[in-house]
């Protein structure tokens, strides 16, 4: 029962493709994040959603689509692959009124791109 | 620009001895400070936090000291254990923009 996952853990895939990551949520939480992991090891937001709406969106290239289809799932789908997007792609979920407790992470994925 | 700076990538400390993580910030409407912890092949999981009006917020082994003069956060963990070693982040964000920026890290080891 793990409480933010994503899938997969590993995704190896050859540039040009196009591929998703999946994030589930069982906490509850209304708002949901992807960050990225880069090499030189910064945690970066990409996007926030609340409540199936996009709330931030930070800069990224419009190769990379988040979608919510409710408010416990935020995928991510990545056109026309680059090498520069390999990274690790963290998902996560809060609550509006999350106190001081911040983010839930989940496990990450590794994405790899040749 | 790093709005959140972590200058030790690295540090070394004896069981049982105290460690003592440093962050710096740049941005002053930062109003809220986290300190995450992470595993290999995990994600981030939160450890402690602190308000922007306190200086101070303990929690058992680990304490947080906020020096808004300075821009300043630290992290004590005393005593030092085993399990303790793992890469920690500092983070921080202004409430209201629901957002938090991570700082680049720090490996702690904890030697025997």
């Known amino acids: 029962d793990t409480a933010v996952s994503q899938t997969p853990k590993y995704l190896v895939t050859q540039m040009g493709n196009d591929k998703s990551i999946k994030c589930e949520q069982n906490?509850?939480?209304?708002?949901m994040y992807w960050y990225k992991q880069d090499s030189k090891k910064f945690l970066k937001i990409m996007f926030s959603?609340?409540?199936?709406?996009?709330?931030i969106n930070e800069t990224v290239p419009n190769r990379f689509s988040p979608k919510s289809p409710d408010k416990a799932h935020l995928n991510l789908h990545i056109n026309s692959l680059e090498l520069g997007d390999s990274a690790v792609y963290f998902c996560?979920?809060?609550?509006?009124?999350?106190?001081?407790?911040?983010?839930?992470f989940g496990s990450g994925t590794r994405l790899t791109v040749v | 620009d790093q709005q959140v700076k972590q200058n030790s990538p690295s540090l070394s400390v004896q069981e049982g001895r105290i460690s003592i993580l440093n962050c710096d910030y740049t941005?002053?409407?930062?109003?809220?400070f986290l300190w995450y912890k992470k595993y290999p092949a995990e994600g981030p999981t939160f450890l402690i936090s602190?308000?922007?009006?306190?200086d101070k917020n303990e929690d058992g082994r680990f304490t947080v000291f906020l020096n808004k003069s300075a821009k300043h956060l630290s992290l004590h963990i005393v005593p030092s254990q085993p399990g303790d070693s793992a890469v920690y982040f500092c983070?921080?964000?202004?409430?209201?923009?629901?957002?938090?920026?991570f700082g680049k890290g720090t490996r702690l080891h904890i030697l025997p």
């Open positions: 996560a979920s809060s609550s509006r009124d999350r106190g001081l407790h911040g983010y839930t």
């Open positions: 906490l509850g939480h209304d708002t």
């Open positions: 959603y609340n409540n199936k709406e996009l709330i």
């Open positions: 941005n002053s409407m930062f109003d809220y």
């Open positions: 602190i308000s922007s009006i306190k």
């Open positions: 983070a921080a964000s202004v409430q209201r923009d629901d957002k938090i920026i």
